[in-house]
């Protein structure tokens, strides 16, 4: 048993001794059982959100009006849940009503995928209605209940099983997988940043390649934004082995598959609802990618990227092109300077020494120092610089 779990039992003892029922679910119990490493611990009880914040002294309503109270404990937060059953999902997202229910089964019932709806008690039972431990074995994403329905009455739960794949590298049910294809155009109401999270993920799982060859095989791809017209470049994309480790890789493995433009790049990510320090590094490393992959890349070029970035397109690169990637991060390790900051010089000194005054001919002429310094043409010592720059501006 984790020591997540253990450490937040006596939350679990605590709700039972006043005679309500509590148990871990979710996420938490499905990658216990999968030995994989857990992080947030989610408890279910059949306490309401006013009984359970009776039982404990430190507790914030971080959703009360779905029923989550969130317990603070030497220093961790444990989300606790009120079973409850939804409906009314008149918008194919987040259901109207939610309705607080005092049946552990009802709570599970709600709930998206069968390996998702297991319960795990203080005393080490699991509850397993659906199936769930059995789909677990088979590595299979099985709706619980009917398929339809269920992606019917939330979308989102498309997404979430294709990245369930990817992460757990499981196979998609082939009922749950048709209710897929036949709702694909749902997505349309989702949230794009919803779908960005699920979609980010489900790309950095250990099996993106079965993940992204769902979304193709279920038509999910025509519902994300800018995918539509590039079915070609998705399976080529899906067909050729990769192993990503951030977002900017992920968006920068499309970007660069999709040939893509700096203002391309900055569309189709705002499209998305990327965030800015995101676009940024993904634009520096698919120019760098662009260049990689015509041998024409320079220290000016490793430079302006950044050493995240190298990395960043390296890795990218890593399991399609066979050139010798592990030569350019060493070139970017020995370049001269890596931030102009490190220039040996600066516009105040070569004011003071009379070569240049205020204006626009003092930042051309140390930008100008940086790009010599960088590709090794002026040594970074301040002679040499100041020499540099008085050559610069003598005509
Ligand atoms: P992760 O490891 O990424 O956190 P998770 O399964 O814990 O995966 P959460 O979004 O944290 O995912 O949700 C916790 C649990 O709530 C799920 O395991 C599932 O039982 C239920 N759940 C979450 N989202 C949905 C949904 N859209 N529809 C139905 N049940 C859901
Ligand atoms: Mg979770």
Redesign the pocket.
């Known amino acids: 048993i984790p020591n997540e779990f253990k450490l937040a039992l006596p939350i679990l003892r605590k709700i039972e001794a006043a005679g309500y029922e509590a148990y871990f679910?979710?996420?938490?119990?499905?990658?216990t059982l999968l030995n994989r490493p857990?992080?947030?611990v989610?408890i279910a009880t059949s306490a309401y959100p006013s009984e359970v914040k009776a039982l404990f002294k430190r507790t914030v309503d971080t959703g009360i009006e779905h029923g989550t109270v969130m317990i603070l404990d030497h220093g961790t937060g444990y989300e606790v849940t009120t079973f409850r059953t939804?409906s009314g999902y008149q918008d194919y997202r987040?259901p109207d009503k939610v309705t607080f229910v005092r049946s552990l089964k009802e709570d599970?019932k709600?709930?998206?995928?069968t390996?998702?709806?297991l319960a795990l008690s203080e005393d080490g039972q699991i509850t397993d209605l659906f199936g769930g431990l059995a789909d677990m074995k088979a590595k299979i994403i099985r709706a619980?209940g009917n398929p339809e329905e269920?992606f019917n009455?939330?979308a989102?739960?498309m997404m979430?099983a294709v990245?369930?794949a990817s992460?757990l590298n499981f196979k998609i049910e082939p009922q749950t997988l048709s209710g897929i294809y036949d709702h694909s155009q749902l997505l349309k109401k989702i949230a794009v940043e919803r779908i960005h999270t699920e979609f980010v993920?489900m790309m950095l799982g250990q099996d993106a390649q079965n993940g992204l060859t769902l979304m193709i095989k279920s038509h999910l791809y025509q519902y994300v934004p800018g995918f539509t017209s590039r079915l070609i470049e998705l399976q080529k994309i899906a067909n050729a082995p990769f192993d990503l480790k951030n977002e900017v890789q992920v968006w920068s493995l499309f970007t660069s598959n999709f040939r893509f433009q700096r203002e391309q790049i900055a569309l189709f990510l705002k499209n998305w609802k990327t965030a800015n320090k995101i676009i940024n590094d993904v634009i520096l490393t698919t120019e760098l990618i662009f260049q990689i992959k015509s041998q024409k890349v320079n220290n000016l070029n490793l430079y302006w990227a950044g050493r995240q970035n190298v990395l960043n397109a390296v890795d990218v690169l890593s399991r399609s092109l066979n050139a010798n990637l592990d030569d350019l991060l060493r070139a970017y390790d020995r370049l001269p300077i890596t931030d102009k900051r490190q220039l040996n010089i600066t516009g105040g000194e070569l004011i003071k020494q009379k070569i240049l005054s205020p204006g626009p001919q003092l930042g051309k002429t140390l930008a100008e120092l940086e790009r010599a310094v960088v590709l090794g043409q002026v040594k970074n010592q301040r002679s040499a610089l100041i020499a540099a720059a008085i050559a610069l501006n003598k005509e």
Do not use: T
């Not at 679910?25 to 990658?31: E, T």
């Open positions: 679910v979710g996420g938490s119990v499905r990658d857990i992080h947030d989610d939804e987040r599970l709600r709930r998206d995928f390996i998702n709806a619980v269920r009455e939330d989102l739960r979430r990245r369930f992460q993920k």
